[in-house]
């Protein structure tokens, strides 16, 4: 189940009532538009409020500081990407006989989503990953993982325990290539995304030809 894109560790205060969510997504919505612009250097509180016409009071009300801050993009981030997953799982599911190339209709949605969230990309392609976000990366990539593992039992996968470390794997090997294809090109360079999808095949179907 995709985590609520609200739901951060550090968040001082959960926001109940709807004028309080709009609230805190303008602020994140501005801190994006500050990390797409300048980077996470200038993700602090009072750049944030300003950027988003509140006090520093009121922001401090759920975002105490930087980190939290930062942490409170990722955990958007990433809850779009496992809803991503699960829409293309549903996807799978539903008309498994359109997903003829599995591994490239995965990675075409990932780098398209790159493209869609450049904020993602100065997240991650930053030097200030703290503690928190490293393990929200892990937890993220263990939850995609999961929703891999999902498509590939869709399409004919078997039930094997072995699977689900294969899937963890791919998801991994995926990430590396895809991010180093958007550090050489903030379009993502074609190349490389091919060599992703080249290397998933080749790997997944080794994994399902010894399983």
Known sequence: MTRPPLEVPRLRRV????????????????AEALLVSEGPAALTTTRVAAAAGVSVGSLYQYLPDKEAIAEALANRYLAEFEGLMDSLAEEASAAPERWGDPVGRLVDAFAARYRERPGYLALWFGREMSPGLREADRENKAALAGRLLAVLRTLGAGEDASLRTAAHAGVLIADALLQE??????????????????????YLADVLASG
């Open 15 to 30: 926001p109940r009532q709807a004028r309080s969510r709009e609230r805190l997504a303008r602020m994140l919505d501005a």
């Open 181 to 202: 294809a958007f550090r050489s090109d903030p379009g993502g360079e074609e190349a490389l995304i091919g060599e992703a999808k080249r290397v998933l095949r080749l």
